[in-house]
């Protein structure tokens, strides 16, 4: 049974750090190429940032280059994102993706709320 878990999410100040899990379990993760998304209310979903399989390449959105580091770690079957300089922008509930040619799977979400 395929599982993407997210967990890491909750309240933060304004300026402040949060670091997002996505535990994979029922495939090869080492073979998926990982993104993280968000979507806040009356919002699309939007792409904040991808790492290949291998984590030798990453892509950020404009809004969160700097501030934002996506990693994996194959052997532990798990993703992150690294979020500092929390900005109230940033309050959406966060997914993650695994993406292969042959399927993609999504997590649940995780809420992120950036607040004074």
């Known amino acids: 049974q395929v599982q993407l878990v997210e967990s890491g999410g909750g309240l933060v100040q304004p300026g402040g750090s949060l670091r997002l899990s996505c535990a994979a379990s029922?495939?090869?993760?080492?073979?998926?190429?990982m993104s993280w998304y968000r979507q806040a209310p009356g919002k699309e979903r939007e792409l904040v940032a991808t790492?290949?399989?291998?984590?030798?390449?990453?892509n950020y959105a404009d809004s969160v280059k700097g501030r934002f580091t996506i990693s994996r770690d194959n052997a532990k079957k798990t993703a992150y994102l690294q979020m500092n300089s929390l900005e109230s922008e940033d309050t959406a509930v966060y997914y993650c993706?695994?993406?292969?040619?042959?399927?993609?799977?999504w997590g649940q979400g995780t809420q992120v709320t950036v607040s004074p």
């Open positions: 029922g495939f090869t993760f080492s073979t998926y190429a």
């Open positions: 790492i290949v399989p291998t984590g030798g390449n990453t």
């Open positions: 993706k695994a993406v292969a040619r042959w399927g993609v799977y």
